[in-house]
């Protein structure tokens, strides 16, 4: 690898509506971003002019909107001050003891790093993005920021790589304010394909506001985060506390949980003294709270504030919505795919990334609604449990394919990358283009744009270097 091309010299950048994830030089093993900052900057209503600091004199402004850039100047000074930062973060980690010419006592930096090392990858988070304004970043890249060289790489295309270069996937990106779903055909975003849904996350938070209308927003994205909410099967719902029909969203239906509440009746009616009643009622909690979550009443969860939330069934709704928005475009998405053989391999390879991607159960309860509304099953074959299938659906052989989908599932995570094992996959783009960096940037410049070419021929050449 020729200077200039060195792993440390990479910077990647996935930029989202809500944070944007960073990281400035590889390590072995591919770690988890190191950064993830807040996608914001402030423009002071004087002046025009953009900061990273709140004043009293400045209004914030949220460069992403729903994946689309909505505002090019603020997302260029965010990504340069982004960069700015992180570098001044790594020379500062790199300060060892010194002493000035006087003996007193001083620092400096064993290898300082600049703008102009920077090999840059950018993933593009939506196909939203106005290409005139891919185009300007590219110029403000190179002209303003002077760095090395640059890569723009499709969010799906990196999302497929770091499951193993799948040549035909189907991506779901589950974001806060929407959902792309994207089909992936020969390691090429397939666009008369791609759909955006223009719900996520906080679709959810709208439905469980209306379950809970005591809580504050913050208190619901708590809640939507934590251990307790989670999108239960139909099997478990079954067997859950409240039964299938108990977690129908009614959302006229505001009745107060009653847990918690001492029953004076059983005190009154009882023989026991008051003491053992109320010993047996700690006992009996106790006992209910080493159950499964969806086998109890209630549960809780506690806020950013410290205090102790209880949730009664709202904790496993609120998804449904989305969920069926989401299955019935994929199916419209794939339909779109005239391959059928290619339209199978996506079926077969569906990745689901996204922060609200997180909630527990919420991947497997889309496949399963996928499966249940649109999966070809032969006369001769009978459905199978829920329980056999939850992440893999296979129920017939495929030795003509005549009807699509015949079968879907899920691609399972790799195992070999550790750090991220740890912290769960669904930042698993980012991970793609770590792995892809190694790639783009080397000395051939076939799918990186370097500053020299952009000399020769401006920034359409970014299209020419694009995966």
């Known amino acids: 690898m020729v200077p200039g091309y060195k792993d440390d010299s990479y910077m990647i950048i996935q930029p989202g509506s809500q944070h944007t994830l960073v990281t400035f030089g ?9 950064h993830s900052i807040a996608t914001v900057v402030y423009q002071n209503q004087e002046d025009k002019s953009f900061s990273l600091q709140d004043s009293a004199e400045s209004k914030p402004i949220y460069p992403i909107v729903q994946g689309e850039i909505v505002d090019n100047e603020a997302f260029m000074f965010f990504i340069h001050s982004t960069v700015t930062s992180v570098i001044n973060d790594r020379n500062n980690a790199l300060t060892e003891p010194g002493e000035n010419e006087d003996g007193t006592p001083s620092t400096r930096v064993t290898e300082e790093f600049g703008l102009e090392h920077v090999n840059l990858l950018l993933v593009q988070t939506s196909g939203q993005w106005n290409p005139l304004y891919v185009e300007s970043i590219v110029t403000y890249a190179f002209e303003t920021m002077n760095i090395h060289s640059i890569s723009i790489i499709p969010l799906e295309l990196c999302a497929s790589f770091s499951f193993g270069s799948l040549a035909n996937a189907l991506v779901i990106d589950l974001g806060y304010e929407k959902t792309e779903i994207t089909p992936m055909i020969d390691y090429q975003v397939f666009s008369p394909g791609k759909k955006i849904v223009k719900k996520g996350g906080n679709s959810i938070n709208k439905v469980l506001s209306k379950l809970l209308p005591h809580l504050t927003e913050s ?39 009653d847990d918690g509440v001492l029953d004076i009746a059983a005190i009154v009616t009882s023989d026991k003294p008051t003491r053992e009643i109320l010993e047996d009622s700690k006992k009996n909690k106790k006992h209910v709270e080493t159950r499964p979550n969806s086998e109890l009443e209630t549960n809780t969860f506690v806020d950013s504030n410290g205090n102790e939330i209880t ?153 020419e270097s694009a995966l």
């Open 26 to 34: 590889l390590q072995d093993p591919l770690e988890v971003p190191s």
């Open 219 to 257: 208190q619901i994205e708590e809640l939507k985060k934590s251990h307790i909410f989670e999108c239960l099967s139909e099997e478990d719902a079954k067997n859950s506390f409240f039964g299938m029909e108990g977690l129908i969203e009614n959302l006229e239906d505001k009745n107060k949980e």
């Open 311 to 463: 949730v009664g069934k709202e904790r496993f709704q609120g998804c449904n919505d989305l969920i069926d928005s989401i299955v019935f475009n994929i199916y419209h998405a794939l339909k779109k795919v005239p391959d059928l053989k290619k339209r199978q391999d996506c079926y077969d390879n569906i990745i689901i990334c996204g922060q609200t991607s997180k909630i527990k159960g919420l991947k497997e309860k889309i496949i399963f609604h996928l499966f249940s509304n649109y999966v070809v099953i032969s006369d001769n074959k009978l459905l199978q449990p829920q329980s056999q299938f939850r992440n893999d659906v296979r129920p017939i052989d495929d030795t003509s394919i005549l009807q699509v989908p015949r079968h879907l599932k899920l691609v399972p995570k790799v195992e070999y990358f550790s750090e991220w094992k740890k912290h769960g996959f669904e930042n698993c783009s980012f991970l793609g283009a770590e792995i892809l960096s190694k790639q783009v940037f080397n000395s051939s410049n076939e799918f990186s744009l370097s500053k020299e070419v952009f000399s020769e021929k401006g920034p359409s050449a970014i299209w």
